[in-house]
């Protein structure tokens, strides 16, 4: 989707002011924001790519206002209802009646075996590439109401590709619960003056990842 | 945006925030969805087991060993596993080398996709909308506010984590540090340096 979380090339946002020796956190509730989303995540009710579109559909004026783990805290908040894991009353109350522990609740002894494996992506397939390195192709010139990770500023583009990463999850569909979907993956280089003409930096080069189904013929 | 202006941000969002958070987790907790020793052991995890030593680690041989070099560049996943560093935003790694002719800069511009494995959690700045919208479109003005004015001769190559290849940037050896170990060269590789956003210290 065209959203506030769809940033390359966007214009206003000011300087980037790196911190001089930043802290991990910058405050107490913020580690415990990180903590739950993924414990909470550990439950096996959503995937990564629902979570991401959680975050990207909260309205941008609360995705611009908000900072990062706030984004995360209020699409956290958004999953445990629409799972019906939490009630809104609930929520707005601040409590809740005890109850016996869900059947996958991360406890401490998991979360180094959990956190150690991660969530691999990469998906066997047996479809051959449509494409192969040093191809050209356009990207689609596709504006999706849901979940994609096409961003807009390459949408429409030529590029070259630049190696295959194999199957990957889709999540385009994979965010919406329609499935994996695997798809192959490729680095797909593009000229900076193809993407911005002569309105971004001379001799820049951008690649992205981008799946199969995003990438046409040139 | 909000953490770039810190004493801002402790007035309009911090304390609410804290309230918020304190009454989910509470809330996650007696209905059996959270347990706060699990919270405490993820915390604990990126506070002192996973951070940028580890990609310092990575960086550090593969200045000192030409073997795991070429296998950091073949299969990075399986190289920086072979050194015990994988899992959660880690699961696939590529190692981008920068050269004389060539600077490589990482950003996630639609989320915050970032090396968790190598570098642990990411930096404010990498995840504000200032440095994902505008790094894609003029790196160097980016750089400079880092402090880091690249040769005219070194092109920019940026790198739009889009998709969930996690990527590492390999920064070029400073000079003056032959004979070093890979310990004493680790000490000089910043997390910035393996973004794209600076470079390794150089030798006192």
């Known amino acids: 989707m ?3 979380q769809d940033l390359g090339g966007r214009m206003g946002f000011g300087p980037v002011a790196p911190e001089a020796n930043e802290p991990l956190f910058h405050a ?25 579109h959680a975050r990207e559909t909260l309205g941008p004026a609360v995705y ?70 040093g191809d050209r192709v356009r990207t689609r010139n596709a504006h999706p109401r849901g979940h994609t990770r096409l961003p807009t500023y390459l949408a429409g583009h ?59 013929n040139a | 945006m909000p953490h770039d202006h810190h004493d801002h941000d402790h007035d309009n969002h911090l304390e609410p925030m804290d309230a918020r958070v304190r009454a989910l987790e509470t809330i996650l907790t007696r209905k059996g969805l959270v347990d706060p020793a699990a919270i405490d052991t993820i915390i604990d995890t990126y506070a002192h087991r996973v951070g940028p030593q580890n990609g310092a680690a990575v960086v550090a041989r593969a200045w000192t060993d030409p073997a795991f070099a070429e296998f950091l560049a073949r299969d990075a996943t399986a190289a920086v596993a072979s050194m015990g560093y994988c899992g959660r935003q880690g699961e696939h790694v590529q190692a981008v080398f920068n050269t004389p002719l060539q600077h490589n800069v990482i950003v996630c511009t639609l989320c915050s996709c970032y090396p968790w494995s190598l570098l642990g959690l990411p930096p404010v700045w990498y995840k504000s909308p200032a440095y994902r919208s505008r790094v894609v479109i003029e790196p160097r003005a980016v750089l400079a506010e880092f402090g880091l004015v690249l040769p005219a001769g070194q092109s920019v190559r940026v790198w739009d984590s889009t998709a969930e290849m996690r990527y590492l940037v390999v920064p070029m050896r400073p000079a003056g540090t032959e004979g070093w170990a890979p310990e004493a060269l680790a000490a000089l590789v910043t997390r910035e340096s393996m973004v794209g956003t600076g470079l390794p210290q150089v030798p006192a």
């Not at chain 1, 415990?32 to 414990?39: D, E, N, S």
Request: proline fraction near 8%; include cysteine; hydrophobic fraction near 40%.
């Open chain 1, 158 to 216: 030529l590029g070259v590709i630049e190696s295959d990463h194999g199957g990957f999850v889709l999540p385009d569909s994979n965010a919406h619960g329609l499935g994996e979907a695997p798809g192959r993956l490729y680095t797909v280089v593009f000229d900076g003056v193809e993407v911005w003409g002569h309105d971004g930096e001379p001799g820049l080069t951008i690649s992205a990842d981008l799946w199969e189904g995003y990438l046409e």
């Open chain 1, 28 to 52: 107490p509730w913020e580690a415990r924001a990180l903590g739950i989303t993924l414990a909470c995540g550990a439950l096996g009710h959503w995937n990564l790519d629902e979570s991401r």
């Open chain 1, 2 to 4: 065209n959203g506030p």
């Open chain 1, 64 to 133: 611009y206002s908000s900072s990062y783990y706030e984004i995360w805290t209020r699409a956290l908040m958004v999953l445990l209802q629409r799972h019906g894991l939490v009630s809104a009353g609930e929520l707005a109350a601040g409590q809740a009646e005890a109850a016996s522990p869900h059947p996958k609740r991360l406890t401490a002894d998991r979360v180094p075996g959990v956190l150690a494996r991660g969530t691999p992506y990469d998906r066997p397939l047996t479809a051959s590439p449509r494409f192969a390195p």
